[in-house]
């Protein structure tokens, strides 16, 4: 069990194993929506990265360090890969005590590519936080211990949509009340994709703030149907809302996987590069540096340390070019979007 929270940090299958798992708590059904050309006259043609005006047939991967703010060994190794430049995106836990520091560094760069990991759950055995928000005001936030809820279920069971919403709020606001606006907004966990309801709140404080989520565009009908498949809540509500969504959306979205070494990770990731097709995917990543704190915080840790040298390494640099793949930001999306 431990072992399990401890990849609930990185596991894309988990997060869409329990989406299902909310849709029935909610009494939601989760049919699966069919998005064949008859079922959808504006199938996709054009990848979200061709839309943004990047070459087609392209593999466009926006490599995202994700935790940054939850804790010191995770800012160092975030600032490490932005000044290298060998990574330029990552998004920050706003309720963690690492936060404000990481946000502070930030607003000393030039146009950082630094989100808000909006942050709703507090999964480590010793290692929590509670809100951002006055706990008063969101009371279904807020476990028996004082802290957030450790598991996704636990959110959705307790937290109501006006809850979601002040905390999701009073986090994006923090940042930008530091005198630093955030590139862009994406879920810890994926809890905002726990109910459509939170979904809602989601894309909807996305477009009020004009800062894009990590929206997944799931007209491809291969894309829809792996996610579906992993019990992903593609209800016909949850289809028409990222339908809607006007801002930025991927074409997909995924984690760097596992390896018992250090090499067999390397080689984890290549195939899921290889594996990929084109368009824009996000794949997301937790590096820390390794200090005996970290040991205590995640039995994780080592796949992290792992993580916080992979994109240093020349093999991988060396593959991305031999692959012709592009690399991307949020901040370049939205450049493109704009221009």
């Not at 070459?55 to 991967?61: E, L, R, T």
């Not at 000044?83 to 990481?102: E, H, K």
């Not at 069971?157 to 919403?165: D, M």
């Not at 799931?218 to 949850?238: H, L």
């Amino acid at each position: 069990m431990n072992r399990l929270k401890d990849r609930l940090l990185s596991r894309i299958k988990f997060i869409l194993t329990i989406s299902l798992a909310m849709v029935l708590l909610y009494g939601q059904t989760a049919k699966a929506v069919g998005l064949s050309a008859g079922d959808n006259p504006q199938e996709k043609t054009m990848t979200n990265a061709e839309k943004l005006g990047y070459p087609a047939g392209k593999k466009v991967i926006l490599l995202h360090c994700d935790d940054a703010g939850m804790c010191d060994e995770a800012n160092k190794a975030v600032m490490h890969y932005f000044t290298t430049g060998d990574i330029q995106s990552a998004a920050v836990m706003v309720p963690c005590p690492y936060a404000v520091p990481l946000v502070e560094w930030a607003k000393t760069l030039d146009s950082p590519d630094i989100g808000v990991h909006l942050t709703l759950t507090s999964e480590w055995k010793t290692y929590r936080w509670g809100p951002v928000s006055d706990q008063s005001k969101v009371p279904g936030l807020i476990d028996p211990e004082g802290k957030m809820w450790r598991d996704v279920p636990d959110v959705v069971t307790h937290a109501s949509p006006s809850e979601i919403e002040t905390e999701v709020r009073a986090q994006i606001d923090k940042v930008i009340g530091l005198g630093y606006r955030p590139s862009h907004i994406d879920t810890h966990m994926g809890t905002l994709y726990g109910s459509p309801d939170y979904l809602k709140i989601f894309l909807k404080l996305a477009v009020e703030y004009d800062i894009p989520a990590n929206a997944l565009d799931v007209s491809d009908k291969e894309i829809a149907e792996n996610f579906r498949q992993q019990g992903y809540p593609i209800t016909t509500e949850v289809v028409d809302l990222l339908n809607n969504y006007p801002l930025p959306k991927l074409d997909n979205f995924s984690s760097v996987p596992d390896g018992k070494t250090y090499e067999a990770k390397r080689e984890n990731f290549f195939n899921l590069v290889r594996s990929l097709k084109p368009g824009i995917t996000e794949i997301i990543f937790h590096p820390s540096v390794e200090t005996e704190n970290l040991k205590t915080i995640t039995g994780s840790w080592q796949q992290r340390v792992w993580e916080a040298r992979l994109f240093s390494d020349p093999v991988v640099k060396k593959f991305f070019i031999e692959n012709d793949i592009i690399i991307t930001t949020w901040r370049e999306i939205m450049k493109r979007r704009q221009g």
